[in-house]
């Protein structure tokens, strides 16, 4: 599988809502549920109305646009991951996957990655 990394450091955060969110910046993603309001972003970014943040993660981008009648993909990277006992925080976006790592852990994460025989570009 082809992967690359992306050159930012990211927060996972709940924020009150959107309203000061840039929603036009690179790399901002949402999810909203009935119980709370999530952001990741790069962490140049991070509104002030953040509730809670996790600073510190770092993203790897599966290449390409995946056709939705592929199945297992985060399973396969997120297995390898597990495997070195490190943790993830995935999003998905209607073309690709990503998986964030935490930055202490991020070099670990592209070894294993590279050892499971993907091919990673940063």
Known sequence: MKLETIKAEFSVCKVVDYSLVDLSHPFVFTGATDEERSLVCPVAIVPANTIERCDGWRAIRVKGTLD????GILA??????AERGIGIFAVSTFNTDYILAKSADFDKALDALRAAGNEISE
């Open 76 to 81: 396969r990277l997120s297995k390898v991951l």
């Open 68 to 71: 939705f009648s592929l199945t």
